[in-house]
């Protein structure tokens, strides 16, 4: 009988620790099938599950900061894709990371520096996207005009929760 107490103690602190479930693969390649991929790193949860673009990243009204996103790009879409990040108390990063192919990261983690702004460029195609920042909710976002955007605030203290981006790819 102490076993099996000892058994569903362990296995109840390993599911509630997170050790015990696996929520994403090494890769966005399985998830969205070669396409463009991003994930968040949320303050005190880690990197959260890769998503396909398009779809939302990050949590809403956990008030729990964006610190960093990951970008994954696909060479077969023959596209080249930067971001840099606006964060709290630094501003702008003075470059932007960009990629063709693989993975880049943009903002810090475990350094509590909340992303407040993400500026987003592609070379061929349009880009979108939207945040959700702390007391605000939703904003207005990019649409498909151009091949650069920008989601977010600057220079209010409003950290990003949530974002979503995408590229419209055009043949």
Known sequence: MRKIVLRLLVAVALAG????????????????GGKFAYRAHVQDLD?????????????QGLAKNLEAIEFQINPANQETFCARAHRSNYGWDS???CASSGTFQIGT???????????VRAQFNAVEGNAYSRNVGWLDGMTYSG?????????QNRPMEMFWINIKYVS
Not at 109 to 119: C, F, K, L, Q, R
Not at 147 to 155: D, E, H, N, Y
């Open 147 to 155: 091949r650069t955007g920008t989601i977010g605030t600057t220079g």
């Open 109 to 119: 983690t475990g350094m509590n520096s909340p992303i407040e702004a993400v500026e």
């Open 17 to 32: 620790s997170g050790l015990a479930v696996t929520t994403a693969p090494a890769s966005a390649a399985g998830v969205c």
């Open 95 to 97: 470059v932007s990371q």
């Open 47 to 59: 990197w959260q599950p890769w998503v396909c673009g398009g779809q939302w990243a990050g949590t």
